[in-house]
């Protein structure tokens, strides 16, 4: 079941989290609010465990970086209830331009 969309995205990244003093930066905030509201707002019902779980990103940057923030929106906005019930995870990059859009998809699903 696709549960998120967006061919225009600034992608969360782990490594963008923190400022100097410890507090998480505006960037990374907004990138992770966006996909829970978004996941939220699309009333997608809770999905029952255990889970499998598709990320498709169009980007230029690392993927590992924006995995944990799109795992903790599907928890937060009530699709999964807890990522340590993700079973199976597939992520697919597609590599792009860097002045190009990212992109992302996320799949989420009982296996």
Known sequence: MLVFESDNIILPRVNKR???NFSLTTEYRNGKKLITD???YNRI???EPPYEVVIEIVTHHDIDSSVKPILDSLQMSGIIDNDKNIERLVIEKTKCKRNEPNKLQIYCMTI
Do not use: W
Request: hydrophobic share 35%.
């Open 45 to 47: 019902k809770q999905i």
């Open 18 to 20: 923190y400022t100097k």
């Open 38 to 40: 978004t996941m939220f």
